[in-house]
């Protein structure tokens, strides 16, 4: 037998379920429908002529009410007139829609209509009357109106109204009472509908959840054996084509697990036998990084006692462009007295220029006062005795003038040599300043071309620091390779592989599968018979010991 789908299932649940509300609701718009029509009928044919006869009834009264009032000057006459006017036009509307609504039609009902239509006749020739009465303001007359005709309409009239009003109360009550009961039995009807659809929907989940539920327990009973290790598991559930499809899945998916557990067994000896290979080869990789790391030691000292040369040139450099400096500095300080000594010099010429000139005007002043005096000797001859001091005194003052003059001589020649010699100072000086500009630029030149040796040296030491602190954490890392070149050794891989086929040996593989039992061991990959199996139901072995299952998935 084929197992239903849950999906049918779930259809059919649905099914039922919009079935029952559907008659649900089919039995609650009819009882909404049927209970209007029940009001509207209680209303139009039980409610209308009952408060019709009582409107009939009040007015009436209304009128003797009023007539009385006007006799006692209580009530004014156009009032009551109006209220006879509306009365009279009421009355007979009022009764027709009672006539109409009422379904009392035999016996002794017809004959109170049959009185009550006489009365109402009676009522109207009375009210002409009154309303004659009542335009020319005949107290008389509504007198005799009230007393001796108002009481035959009352007795026509009233007296009927009064004995009909008990049997349109009656006519209300039954018509209450048949929709009452009618309404009893559609809640009835209702209330088995929904007995009878939960019921029916009770049932069915019922057993839809002890079908589920125990297909349920099973996946779950299963599914802990799987998480156990045990992978000889089996699941064979048609409870549903959905569960059939889940324990095929599962049975697939146990036997897969089972035959890549086997793999792993394989994979993790080969692992055991490859981390021996592995361990001679970081031995020789220790050996090689621990030569590495004794060439980079070599390396490290001598990069030091390059640093310390670099170091020590830069130092050099360094006070060769402080004493450059000192140099530019002292150079540049007899530039400076240099052109002092020309400006110097420059100033002496002028000022022997000066003196000469001054000289000159002395020689000058002495030649005249020679010839001052020649004259004034010539005249103390003339003069005879009288000028004889005279004569002495220009004798003496031409020997003054004689002497001014060779001084004077003697200061000009001395001022020529002076000054001739002051100008070839000059020259020298001023030829040596030009020299001393050349040497200030030249140290100056030095100076600089000092000061970027000593930077390029400063730079350069940085850099050969640098390098050598490159080189000691280069060395250290060597150190520390070798270190773990020497403790991560195949032994961690191998205890690795053991803990591996410790952990694999943990589960239960199926009966026949490659490496069940103590056996697997030493099982090789490449002659697993259950390998071909998985590839027909799409598990696809690769090169690098795995399986992928990849290809062929079951269909639904």
């Not at 100033?347 to 004034?376: H, M, P, Y």
Request: aromatic share 4%; with cysteine; charged share 20%.
């Amino acid at each position: 037998m084929k197992a239903i789908s849950l999906r049918i299932q779930l259809l059919a649940l649905a099914a039922i379920c919009v079935a029952l509300f559907a008659g649900l609701g089919t039995l609650v718009i009819t009882g909404s429908r049927s209970d209007a029509a029940a009001l509207r009928a209680l209303y139009v044919q039980g409610l209308q002529p009952l408060l019709a006869l009582q409107d009939i009834d009040r007015q009436l009264r209304e009128v003797r009410f009023r007539l009385a009032g006007v006799l006692l000057e209580q009530i004014p006459v156009q009032g009551s007139r109006n209220h006879l006017a509306d009365t009279r036009q009421s009355v007979p509307a009022l009764w027709k829609r009672y006539v109409e609504a009422s379904h009392a039609r035999e016996g002794a009902t017809r004959e109170m209509l049959d009185e009550i239509r006489r009365g109402l006749d009676r009522f109207s020739a009375f009210a002409s009357e009154l309303e004659t009465a009542y335009a020319s303001d005949n107290r008389s007359k509504l007198a005799d109106l009230l007393e001796d005709d108002w009481p035959q309409v009352h007795l026509a009239l009233l007296k009927p109204l009064e004995r009909l009003l008990p049997v349109a109360v009656s006519e209300a009550d039954s018509l209450y009472t048949e929709q009452s009961a009618a309404a009893s039995r559609r809640q009835t009807l209702a209330a088995l509908g929904l007995l009878f659809g939960v019921s029916v929907l009770a049932l069915f989940l019922l057993l839809f959840h002890r079908r589920l539920s125990r297909a349920l327990r099973d996946i779950v009973a299963s599914m802990r054996r799987l998480a156990r290790g045990d992978l000889a598991v089996q699941l064979d559930d048609r409870s549903s084509a959905e569960t059939a499809m889940i324990s095929a899945e599962f049975t697939l998916a146990a036997r897969m697990l089972s035959a890549l557990v086997s793999r792993i067994h394989g994979i993790a000896a080969r692992m055991q036998a490859a981390s021996r290979e592995v361990a001679l080869e970081h031995t020789a990789l220790s050996e090689r990084t621990t030569q590495q790391a004794a060439s980079l030691e070599e390396t490290a000292a001598s990069m030091e006692e390059m640093t310390a040369t670099v170091a020590q040139n830069a130092e050099n450099a360094r006070r060769a462009a402080s004493l450059s400096e000192e140099a530019a500095s002292t150079a540049s300080r007899g530039g400076e007295a240099v052109g002092a000594a020309v400006r110097t010099m420059a100033g002496v010429s002028d000022s022997s220029k000066k003196v000469g000139e001054i000289v000159g005007v002395i020689d000058g002043i002495a030649f005249q006062t020679n010839i001052l005096a020649l004259n004034a000797a010539v005249e103390a001859a003339r003069a005879g005795e009288q000028g004889r001091g005279f004569a002495v005194v220009a004798s003496e003052v031409r020997g003054l003038a004689k002497r001014s003059a060779e001084a004077a001589r003697e200061i000009r020649d001395l001022i020529k040599a002076s000054t001739a010699q002051f100008d070839a100072g000059s020259a020298q000086v001023m030829s040596a300043g030009e020299t001393m500009k050349e040497v200030v630029a030249s140290v100056h030149r030095v100076h600089a071309l000092i000061s970027e040796i000593s930077g390029a040296s400063g730079e350069q030491a940085k850099n050969v620091a640098q390098m050598n602190l490159t080189l000691q954490q280069l060395e250290t890392v060597t150190h520390q390779n070798a270190t773990m070149v020497g403790e991560r050794s195949a032994d961690t891989m191998e205890e690795h592989a053991t803990a591996l086929a410790e952990a694999v040996g943990d589960f239960t593989l199926a009966a026949g599968a490659p490496g069940a039992g103590n056996a697997v061991a030493n099982s090789s990959a490449d002659s697993h018979p259950a390998l071909p199996v998985l590839e027909r139901e799409g598990v696809a072995p690769e090169t690098d010991g795995t399986a992928v299952a990849v290809r062929g998935r079951r269909s639904a």
